[in-house]
């Protein structure tokens, strides 16, 4: 029998924080959402039923299956009612004060002087977020990956203020009920995947505007030539225009080197909502 931790706690329900959700309560765990409002409650719930309900329209599970995980779930606007998270997973966008804000309102909400805080952060100093919380030792990276129900890759980093034990606690929890595979990964922006996917998206933005090639002439051949499941201009409609931009922002913070800076393409596209499949429209539409 798991004798980690069962009460789980994800802050932030969007693309990730949905998919989070939707894997802890299907391996069994007492899942509490938190979103950032009032009316967001109604939303977030809609969002985690209907993909649960869609994996049994399609038979991926059985109806009671995905009936017992959506009662595993519970939505809030009020992080108070976090007190008895034992481990939460953090996955509000990608801004290092709204996380910092996040994190040290947490740690002065969990009962659990043990609880472990997991950030989804794709480019910020793991560190940085420790030091927000009077647990620094208990603060830990775990970068899933999107869809995250689908993807088994969790990147976990620990920082030079992370504990054995948070790190032990944190494997085991993702690759026993939640059925992950890990890799680790040095607290460095972008972790592994992303210090080398994100030059390789920009390069593709790029491409794009400077009429080098569109982005179906580019997605075609990444697919076709290089057996990439998904071409690159698509891909950043899937992890969200916005996103990217924060993450590429976020990197090239830390190295200066050009291959991360903010093609004025991907900023503008940011800038004017059109955020990809998200927002229904990025290098491709998608009516919804
Ligand atoms: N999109 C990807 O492919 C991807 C992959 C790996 C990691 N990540 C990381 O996951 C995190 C979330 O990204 P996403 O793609 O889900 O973004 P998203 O925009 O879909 O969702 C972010 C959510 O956080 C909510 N939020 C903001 N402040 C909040 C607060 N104080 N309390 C509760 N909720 C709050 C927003 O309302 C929004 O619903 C980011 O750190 C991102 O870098 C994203």
Redesign the pocket.
Known sequence: MNDGPSRIGV?????????IAEICARAGLDVLV????PS?VDR?RRRVADSLSRLADKGKIDREEADAAARRIRIT?A?EDFADREFVF??????ET??A??FT?LDGVLRDSDAILA??????PIVRLAKATRRPERVIGT????PVPVLPLVEVTASLLTSEETLHTTEALLTGPLGKQVIRSRDRAGFIV?ALLVPYLLSAVRMVESGHATAEEIDTGMTLGCAHPIGPLRLID???V???T??ASGLYEEYRDPVYSVPPLLARMADGGLLGR?SGQGFYAYPS
Do not use: P, Y
Not at 11 to 19: E, H, K, P, Y
Not at 34 to 37: L, Y
Not at 119 to 124: A, F, I, P
């Open positions: 802050v932030g329900c969007g693309l990730m924080g949905a998919g938190a979103v950032s409002g967001s977030a606007s992080l953090e996955s509000v966008t990608e801004n709204t996380k804000e996040v309102a950030t989804n952060t794709s480019s910020l970068h899933f990956f999107n992303n899937l992890i969200g916005d996103t990217l924060q993450v998200k």
